[in-house]
T-cell receptor, first 115, second 113 residues
Framework: QKEVEQNSGPLSVPEGAIASLNCTYSDRGSQSFFWYRQYSGKSPELIMFIYSNGDKEDGRFTAQLNKASQYVSLLIRDSQPSDSATYLCAVEDIDSGAGSYQLTFGKGTKLSVIP | KAGVTQTPRYLIKTRGQQVTLSCSPISGHRSVSWYQQTPGQGLQFLFEYFSETQRNKGNFPGRFSGRQFSNSRSEMNVSTLELGDSALYLC????????????FGQGTRLTVV
């Protein structure tokens, strides 16, 4: 069974600091990786996706992928109290035969940004 | 552009009853997937539908079923409800014409008492 592992946290960082969230996955053949943010009582909101090794930056967010190490990370620069949420790492698996896909999620890391 | 719409937002049911949840995907998206989120298990894949066909199913008992209509709207049904079915049920919409990411609806919070 494919697995996605994240530290559950809570991860506490002071406002303005860099928050670093990590994720490892078990299936070496996985190709697509997503970070979702989920506020308490709300649904997951996509914030980043990455397909290629290396870094991908979008505003204050940087996703990093290392397929050899089966490792994905999310950096949040200049963390704000509004970034306080649970961050979910998701790995997409595509069944090319059936033409279907599914996301396997980690259990999420709870981030708390302290003013 | 409207997002993914799930109805109802909240439901309270009694053990043994059945329930039907509805999901309308983003316009033009033909893939609809369902996920169950619980505090203990996190987000778990239930099934995926595309063009009215179930293409993939997660490891859930047969009490969980679904269908998709010609307009891509999808329904999920849970029969003989158990206390453990209490969860947030999320629907995700994806555009396979352009292989984009999946977007989630607001979810349906089901409480079984």
């Amino acid at each position: 069974q494919k697995e996605v592992e994240q530290n559950s946290g809570p991860l506490s960082v002071p406002e303005g600091a860099i928050a670093s969230l990590n994720c490892t996955y078990s299936d070496r053949g996985s190709q697509s990786f997503f970070w979702y943010r989920q506020y308490s009582g709300k649904s997951p909101e996509l914030i980043m996706f990455i397909y290629s090794n290396g870094d991908k930056e979008d505003g204050r967010f940087t996703a990093q992928l290392n397929k050899a190490s089966q490792y994905v990370s999310l950096l949040i620069r200049d963390s704000q109290p509004s970034d306080s949420a649970t961050y979910l790492c998701a790995v997409e698996d595509i069944d090319s035969g059936a033409g279907s896909y599914q996301l396997t999620f980690g259990k999420g890391t709870k981030l708390s940004v302290i003013p | 552009k409207a997002g993914v719409t799930q109805t109802p937002r909240y439901l309270i049911k009694t053990r043994g009853q059945q329930v039907t949840l509805s999901c309308s995907p983003i316009s033009g998206h033909r893939s609809v997937s369902w996920y169950q989120q619980t505090p203990g298990q996190g987000l778990q894949f239930l099934f995926e539908y595309f063009s009215e066909t179930q293409r993939n199913k997660g490891n859930f008992p047969g009490r969980f079923s679904g269908r998709q209509f010609s307009n891509s709207r999808s329904e999920m049904n849970v029969s003989t409800l158990e206390l453990g079915d209490s969860a947030l049920y999320l629907c995700a919409s994806k555009n396979w014409i352009v292989n984009t990411e999946a977007f989630f609806g607001q979810g349906t919070r089901l409480t079984v008492v």
